[in-house]
Every structure is written in structure tokens, then in C-alpha cells.
């Protein structure tokens, strides 16, 4: 065994790993990268289909992020948040600022098929606070949303909930969606609602209310027969999994207590295993949300950043229409739907997935909430030692203006229909159920039998196995139970894309 494997089994604790498997076998230690092609200690080379869990951006290498993280270092690593600014953090706060707020510097020429009009609670998205990775930008979501609606709704000075709220144990609730992965501290956890991952730790969490998912592919609602289609495309419904969270937001406001926030992954829950919401959920649930007094919590720590891609329905006249229209180009999932939240949280791809970053960009109106006298303690008292990290920023800010160039617009267009029409050959193995992609994402549900939709069990480690075979023929991706992930860099070539696909294809057909 090489020398770094036997230190890493000697001594590294994998996240998210049954360590007894990892340590049966020695693990490919990866020594470089360049593009979408990654290089382990043994020369060989693999492809990283899932852009190393779904945080590069651009590819690995890329000289203009390189050469960004590089002259900032050369002037200053890090310098502390707490009492001190720093160049590359403002200008990073200004440009975000202004790719999440895209209706307001031109004239929204929406993508007709996704918005009428916009969705707002409470305003343009305004003040960006910085910290480390998903799970903090949620928690100071969280933590911000919490404090926002006890002050907004009269429940506390500072020292005390109101005597009268606290008889009747209310406290500001949460609403999110079954299967939701917003990270893994325990706000974070809290919020989440995937057992497996989070049932263990009950006891240290808050409680919080789900609703269904809309998860075609499995909804009990849905009477549709299974095709060899995007489950979304011939669902029969009546939008039932809507009707339930509607129920959810007034059976909680009859009982005084209105929602303090509603929390979603917009278009695609990731974790949750790479579940597209049917067009119109997302407008409608918003607009529900908000309509009863919920604050809107968007996670864009998967969503953001381009990867819902450029326009949402396919063809060869968009990728012309892409590389013309900077409208097409919005860069996160809400944008594009015109849902402007109350927060949004950034992380994975904020630094084209160099360096471990994330922010949470709010509204005027929850950061006024938090000003007044010194003595009234309404600072928020919440940060990390890396805020606003001069490295990290400055190679966020290399990363953003590389994806508002017209050339990454167009290579996001291809590969986004370059990817749809490769997929298309998985329908026929008998062992794919469904094929979902959204934008530069997909999620391909493994199954038993496709006819019968009929899972794999978890023990059968279908998708681990899956995922193997592809690391032997050269394809690295995670799965997330049976679901096989497709998540390229946006660099990745279309013959890159083919070989992802073909390798997928040869997988499932030795494995199962
Ligand atoms: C990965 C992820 C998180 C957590 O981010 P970390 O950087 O791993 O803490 C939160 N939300 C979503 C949607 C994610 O995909």
C-alpha cells in the first residue's frame, strides 16, 4: 500500500464514511488536477463527475483563479473581519450584491416560461455577512431569521421572551421540505429532515416542521404509469404536494404563531437526492410562504452560481439565444424563477471551489433590525475567525467574473444540452428509473425495476457500487443512495460528458 494510504488509514476520519469499508481497501489519493481531469499518486486519471461534491466550478488549475489566490497572497493571507475591512472582501460584497439582484440593473427580460412577476418579502438583497462554508451561511440564516421575526413580531427585548409567548412555548418555527440537507451543524441539522443522516441526533435539535417534497418520480399523488421520461414531464396530478403546504403555513398561523421562515433548495433539493421541482412549485410555495408571513430562506449552496444553468428548456436555439442575452445568464436558482429572498445562502461553487468560503446575503430591512444604540445590545453576535478571508474572496471574485463572461455563458449552454442529449441512452437499461437534470445537474434514480419503480434496499449499496465500477473505468462521482450523480465542472468537453455517460452505462449493466 503507498505510503500516504497507510497514513490516512492510520490516521484520517472520512466524513460521511463507513470507516471498516474504507479500510479494507486502499483509497486513491488524489495529487493534482487540471480542467475536469484529476490525477492520483499513481499517474492515472480520472474524470470528476461530480466537480469534488459539487464545489469546482471552472475546472481544477484554472490559470485566472491561480493567478487571482496568487497576487493576493503575495500581499496578505487573512486579516481579521472583527474591526478591520479588507479590499478583496468588499468588492467581493459589492459583486454579489449585484449578480443576486440581476432584475435591478437592466430591465428584467424574464424567461417568460419561469416568471410573471417577481416574488419579494422584504426587499432587494443588500448586506452580504461572510463566513466558512453551506452549514454556517444557513446558521447565520437561521440565527439572523430567528432574532428578525422575535424583535419584528414584539416577543422579546433583549434579556426575555415575552412572559405571555413563553407560557404558551412559542417560539419563531421553521418550515422546510422532506429530505432537505441544509449541513451539518446542528441549526443546520435542525432544519434538515433526512432520518438517516439526522434521526441520531434528536435530542440535541430543534424542532422543525417539513412539508412533502415534490418528488415526482415517488409521489403518492402522482397516478402516471412510469415512463421512459423525466418523471416530471408526465406527471398526473393536481398539485397536491402544494395544497400541503398551504395547509402547513394556516393550520400555523390559526395557532397564533405564523411561520418565522420558510427554508427551500430552490429548483433542486440536492442531498435529498438530486430532486427537480416541477415548474411552478417553487413560484408557488414562495409566494404561499410569503403571503403568510414567512420569511423565504433560499439555499443556493448547490443551486447557485450557474449550475440551474442558462435557460431551463433545452434547444439549439437557446445555446444562440445564451451567448446574446445576459438575462439568460442569472446566476442563481431564485433569479431566474423572480424570487427574491429574504436570505441567500452561498458556499460550494463562491470560490469556484478553491477555497472554503461561503456568505449569507440578506435585506435592508433585517439588517435595520439589528441597529440601534450600543447599550441595547442588537449587535449580532455571531462570526467566525476566517470572515471575509482576503484569499477566498479574491478568488470568488476571479470565479464571478469569469461566469458572467459571454464565453462561460455559451460552454454552460452546451454542456447543459451536450449532457441532455447523452443521458437520453441511460433510458434504455432497465435499471434506470428516472433521469432528472436541471441545468448542469443530474440525478439518475436507480431501481430494481423500471416498470414497477421498484427500489434498490439501502444494504444492496447499489449506487456505491455503481460509483466503483466507475472509479475503476476512470469516473469519479458519489452516489446519494441509488441515485447516481452527474455534476461536471463547467469546463468538462463534450467528449468528456460522453465518456461520463458511456462509463455510467457500462457500470450499471456489470453491476446490476
Ligand atoms: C453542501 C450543502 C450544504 C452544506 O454545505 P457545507 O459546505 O458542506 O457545510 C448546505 N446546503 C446544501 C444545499 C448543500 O448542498
Request: with cysteine; net charge positive.
Amino acid at each position: 500500500m503507498h505510503r500516504l494510504a497507510q497514513l490516512d488509514h492510520a490516521h484520517i476520519w472520512h466524513p460521511f464514511t463507513q470507516m471498516r469499508d474504507w479500510l479494507k481497501r486502499e483509497p486513491i489519493i488524489i495529487t493534482s488536477g487540471k480542467g475536469a481531469v484529476l490525477r492520483d499518486v499513481h499517474g492515472k486519471e480520472y474524470l470528476d463527475a461530480n466537480s469534488s461534491i459539487w464545489t469546482n466550478l471552472h475546472g481544477h488549475q484554472h490559470p485566472k483563479i491561480n493567478a487571482a489566490i496568487v497576487r493576493q497572497l503575495k500581499k496578505i493571507s487573512h486579516s481579521s473581519a472583527l474591526g478591520l475591512a479588507n479590499e478583496p472582501a468588499s468588492k467581493l460584497a459589492a459583486e454579489l450584491v449585484k449578480a443576486a439582484n440581476p432584475g435591478s440593473r437592466r430591465r428584467e427580460e424574464a424567461d417568460s416560461t419561469l416568471v410573471t412577476k417577481s416574488i419579494s418579502s422584504s426587499g432587494r438583497l443588500q448586506k452580504v455577512f461572510f463566513s466558512d462554508d453551506g452549514s454556517t451561511a444557513i446558521e447565520v440564516a437561521l440565527k439572523l431569521a430567528y432574532e428578525f421575526i422575535r424583535r419584528t413580531r414584539g416577543w422579546s427585548s433583549r434579556f426575555s421572551v415575552s412572559p405571555n409567548k413563553l407560557k404558551l412555548g412559542l417560539q419563531p418555527k421553521f418550515l422546510a421540505v422532506d429530505g432537505a440537507y441544509h449541513g451539518d451543524t446542528v441549526g443546520a441539522v435542525s432544519l434538515g429532515h433526512i432520518d438517516l443522516f439526522h434521526k441520531a441526533y434528536s435530542g440535541l435539535l430543534f424542532k422543525t416542521d417539513k412539508v412533502m417534497a415534490p418528488y415526482c418520480y415517488r409521489c403518492p399523488f402522482n397516478k402516471a404509469k412510469p415512463e421512459r421520461e423525466d418523471a416530471r414531464k408526465y406527471r398526473k396530478c393536481n398539485w397536491e404536494c402544494v395544497g400541503k403546504v398551504e395547509q402547513k403555513l394556516c393550520a400555523q398561523k390559526r395557532r397564533g404563531n405564523p411561520y418565522a421562515a420558510f427554508v427551500f433548495e430552490p429548483l433542486m433539493q440536492g442531498a435529498a437526492g438530486m430532486i427537480p421541482q416541477p415548474s411552478g412549485w417553487l413560484r408557488q410555495v414562495t409566494e404561499l410562504a410569503c403571503a403568510h408571513g414567512a420569511l423565504l430562506i433560499a439555499d443556493e449552496v448547490m443551486t447557485g452560481f450557474g449550475r440551474t444553468g442558462v435557460t431551463c428548456h433545452v434547444d439549439d436555439a437557446a445555446i444562440g439565444r445564451a451567448t446574446k442575452s445576459f438575462s439568460d445568464a442569472k446566476l442563481f436558482a431564485c433569479s431566474r424563477v423572480g424570487i427574491t429572498p429574504d436570505f441567500l445562502c452561498l458556499a460550494k461553487g463562491l470560490t469556484g471551489g478553491y477555497l472554503p468560503m461561503a456568505a449569507t446575503l440578506t435585506t435592508q430591512k433585517i439588517f435595520n433590525s439589528f441597529l440601534g444604540e450600543y447599550e441595547e445590545f442588537k449587535t449580532f453576535f455571531h462570526g467566525h475567525s476566517f470572515t471575509g478571508n482576503q484569499l477566498g474572496a479574491s478568488a470568488a471574485l476571479a470565479s464571478l467574473n469569469m461566469l458572467q463572461t459571454k464565453q462561460s455563458v455559451h460552454s454552460r449552454a452546451v454542456l447543459q444540452k451536450t449532457m441532455a442529449d447523452e443521458l437520453k441512452s441511460l433510458w434504455s437499461l432497465p435499471n434506470v428509473g428516472d433521469i432528472r437534470q436541471v441545468g448542469l445537474v443530474a440525478g439518475i434514480e436507480l431501481v430494481r425495476d423500471w416498470q414497477t419503480r421498484q427500489p434498490f434496499t439501502l444494504r444492496e449499496q447499489a449506487g456505491i457500487r455503481v460509483c466503483e465500477a466507475m472509479a475503476q473505468r476512470g469516473v469519479l462521482t458519489r452516489p446519494i443512495g441509488n441515485v447516481i450523480v452527474l455534476l461536471p465542472p463547467y469546463c468538462t468537453t463534450p467528449a468528456q460528458v460522453r465518456k461520463m455517460v458511456t462509463v455510467l452505462r457500462e457500470a450499471v449493466n456489470d453491476t446490476l
